[in-house]
């Protein structure tokens, strides 16, 4: 084992004998801190502290460089150095716990790295350790541990899950991959549910219109999923078991880590891999799931390679091969049960960037290309149907380039310019044979964008726009964003924005599909004068740090206003060949308005507190019914006007951390189609605590070897939906609440 990281330059360059060296330790406790990243700032030079705190980088070359040292829950320090040949220097640290996440990096705001602090755009990040306190082990599992966010599952047969953003679908949400919108329309069905948790070093949340800099779809907002990056050798693998309910359901999942860095730091990889498989469940006992059965493994890597002391280029990759079932009778051929909706994907996702910037660190420039190809087979159909087979088969490519430039003034103030090229295109053939129905999609989206911020540590000025040129859609979409920040103090930051965001048109809608299981084939055309979906919004936030002693506390209010237009809607033309044609068109469009108030509290490193609560309203500009039969109304459906989340951890002592996490779910309105009951109806739900407990046992078994056991129980107050329909003829769609019931979980993780 290398424990520590040293840094060799690149390849023909001189040693110079100039050497960096001393230690990093905590503030509070006077420890020193292991594994702690030491980089000259604007290089690929950098090092890990080693198990004993201390660090050394060697042969560095001569000038002025910064030191920077940063580590998650600890605020980031920098120091000016100058070298010069043949001498070595020590530099010491002393780190300030950060459990508020004052000093976090985030990259969603501006395409490029920015401390939360200095965002033009408020970003909310959901870090690893909101993951472990809440058991999560997908993505989508610790997405509704921040303010705005909704997970939710909306079908009992396929058990897709929707993250929903200030009140809109999940088809309003953006979902990116390392900042690239790789994630298709069939990859956003099931999208972040597939994706392992073990995989991520953070996920950002910028809610509001993000088009400006993401295109198509970034209109409730935008989910930036961060990839691992190795920084040190580390391994792990955990095992987690579930009862579902306390049945004999069970959830087992096998979680592995692992990186590995050369000594010279010029090369590192890290690997990870999860298997998981799941039981159905019948929560009512007719036979029919309301939890489907999934197994699926993934594996995947991300690894860099520093080909200078001012270049790096990065590769990323995951495949991903998932089986989901769900209906009745799951042990026989899908044709032969009464309803069965099966899927079967194979999903490889990878990209390459190449990142160069100059010595002066006035000038970046990124290069890109990432790449998505799914195979799916399907059976959704009812009634022992033989005919409701089918195979879908996507590719996803984009790729472009982006350049930065740092002026020391622009007109009044320093200024970041970023400007870029996008090129993206989406090939989707949907086949199902039996019923003569194939769908071709072809989607190609030219792109360019461009902003300047004007910052400083007190103010932030940030004007950009992006042209889009869509294949589907006549003319070029023009998205324009302004924001402003001030912090009058450093510990104080006032935000408004504003943005624009669009939807994109497609003809591939996944309810097609779900057509089929109600009997009917159905496909989409889209109207001659369909125009984009547009959306304007607007946001007002304050966002306040204290500290006082060992204390640490986070206040942010958000106002938030979005306004859409032309919204996408379907209406029925007809049969044609026996198959149902249905209409993509415009209606009028809808507002959602409400505010987020989030709380943080955290006392040194033994207890951290955080709660968030959302209040807003979602209306349509004209009443709708969604119905034959109903009542129309204004509201939105699946959109309470309150809901929010809570997480709180606590270490008794160093080696036992208990943690207490809940989500809350208000009242809201859902759809109750007909089939069991008689008539379509209109239900108004009643609201859910969904609490869960988990306590971690870390114990050191040899020097660094750590086992960690953990058991737990999700869903305390087994706060679940309790009218399910019952039968073949049931809504599957009928289901709301909490995404599992009372659930008892143990786990193993061994850590080195």
């Keep these: 084992m290398v424990a520590a990281l040293c840094v060799v330059l690149s390849a023909g360059a001189q040693h110079t004998d100039a050497h960096i060296h001393g230690h990093v330790i905590d503030k509070t406790t006077g420890e020193h801190l292991p594994y702690i990243v030491v980089m000259l700032k604007g290089t690929t030079i950098g090092v890990t502290t080693e198990h004993t705190g201390h660090y050394m980088i060697r042969n560095i070359p001569e000038g002025s460089f910064t030191i ?28 300030e716990e950060d459990f508020v996440q004052i000093d976090g990096v985030i990259v969603s705001a501006t395409r490029s790295e920015t401390t939360r602090r200095m965002s033009p755009t408020l970003v909310n990040v959901v ?4 993951y472990d306190r809440t058991n999560a082990t997908t993505v989508a599992q610790g997405l509704s541990f921040q303010p705005g966010v909704r997970v939710e599952n909306n079908c009992q047969n396929c058990g897709f899950q929707q993250v929903r953003i200030n009140g809109l679908d999940g088809q309003y949400t953006q979902i990116l991959i390392d900042s690239r919108p790789i994630f298709s329309a069939l990859a ?12 991520v070093d953070r996920v950002e949340v910028m809610r509001g219109g993000g088009s400006a800099l993401f295109g198509s779809s970034a ?4 989910i930036n999923i961060i990839t691992r990056e190795p920084v040190r050798n580390s391994a792990a693998i955990s095992h987690t078991a579930t009862s579902i309910a306390g049945s004999s359901a069970l959830h087992n999942t096998t979680d592995i880590n692992a990186s590995i860095v050369s000594e010279d730091n010029k090369l590192g990889i890290a690997v990870f891999g999860q298997n998981t498989a799941k039981d159905a469940w019948d929560a009512n006992g007719d036979g029919f799931t309301e939890l489907s059965a999934i197994s699926g493994q993934t594996m995947g890597f991300r690894g860099y390679l520093k080909t200078g002391l001012y270049s790096k280029l990065t590769a990323e990759y995951h495949h991903l091969q998932e089986f989901r079932r769900g209906g009745d009778n799951l042990d026989l051929p899908p044709h032969e049960a009464m309803i069965a909706e099966q899927t079967d994907h ?3 996702t990878g990209g390459l960037k190449f990142d160069w910037f100059s010595k002066d660190q006035r000038h970046r420039l990124n290069a890109f290309a990432s790449l998505q190809h799914i195979e799916r087979e399907s059976y959704y159909g009812a009634g022992k149907d033989p005919d409701a087979y089918g195979k879908t088969t996507d590719l996803t490519w984009v790729g472009g380039a982006q350049y930065i430039y740092k002026a020391e003034k622009c007109v009044f103030m320093p200024a970041d310019l970023t400007v870029g090229l996008e090129y993206n295109e989406d090939y989707l053939r949907d086949n199902m044979w039996g019923y003569n129905r194939t769908t071709d999609q072809i989607v190609r989206i030219v792109s360019a964008y461009a902003q300047n911020e004007w910052k400083n540590s007190q103010w932030g000025i940030l004007l950009g726009g992006r042209l889009d040129k869509h294949n589907l859609i006549d003319g070029i979409i023009f998205s324009p964003r302004a924001n402003i920040r001030y912090n009058p103090t450093e510990n104080v930051n006032f935000r408004a924005s504003y943005s624009y965001g669009f939807r994109a048109p497609q003809a591939f809608d996944e309810d097609l599909h779900i057509d089929n299981v109600g009997g009917t084939v159905s496909m989409i055309r889209l109207s001659d004068d369909l125009a984009v979906e547009k959306s304007q919004s607007v946001s007002v936030s304050a966002d306040i740090y204290h500290s006082w002693g060992n204390w640490q506390a986070n206040m942010l209010a958000e106002g938030f206003f979005t306004d859409l237009d032309d919204v996408f ?24 308005f409400g505010g987020n108030l989030e709380g943080k509290v955290a006392y040194k490193n033994l207890l951290q507190v955080q709660m968030g609560v959302t209040v807003q309203k979602s ?7 969604w119905g034959e039969g109903v009542e129309s109304t204004r509201a939105m459906f699946r959109t309470p006007d309150l809901h929010g989340y809570m997480t709180a951890s606590y270490n008794l002592f160093k080696e036992l951390t208990l943690a207490l996490t ?6 809201m309105l859902v759809e109750h189609h007909a089939g069991m009951i008689e008539k379509n109806m209109t239900v108004r739900t009643p609201d859910f605590w969904d609490m869960g407990l988990k306590a971690a046992y870390n114990l050191k078994l040899y020097e660094n070897f750590n086992l960690q056991v953990n058991a737990g129980v999700q869903n305390i107050l087994n706060s679940f939906q309790n009218d399910f329909d019952s039968g073949a003829d049931r809504d599957s769609g009928y289901m709301y609440g909490p995404t599992l019931p009372r659930t008892f979980f143990m786990g193993l993780k061994l850590m080195y």
Excluded: W
């Design 188 to 199: 956003g069905v099931y999208g972040i549910e597939q994706l392992p948790a073990n995989m």
């Design 619 to 625: 209306r349509y500009k004209e009443s709708r019914s």
């Design 68 to 95: 920077e040292v940063s580590a998650i829950g600890y605020k980031t320090q920098t120091r000016d150095v100058n070298i010069a040949k043949g001498r070595s220097y020590e530099v010491n640290f002393t780190l």
């Design 662 to 667: 809940g989500t809350y779910t208000g009242s």
């Design 219 to 222: 209109i409730a907002g935008t």
């Design 127 to 130: 870090g690893m350790d909101t």
């Design 346 to 348: 194979g999903i490889n």
């Design 569 to 592: 809607a379907l209406r029925e033309l007809g049969f044609e060949n026996g198959i149902l044609i249905k209409e993509r068109h415009n209606e009028s469009g809808a507002r959602v």
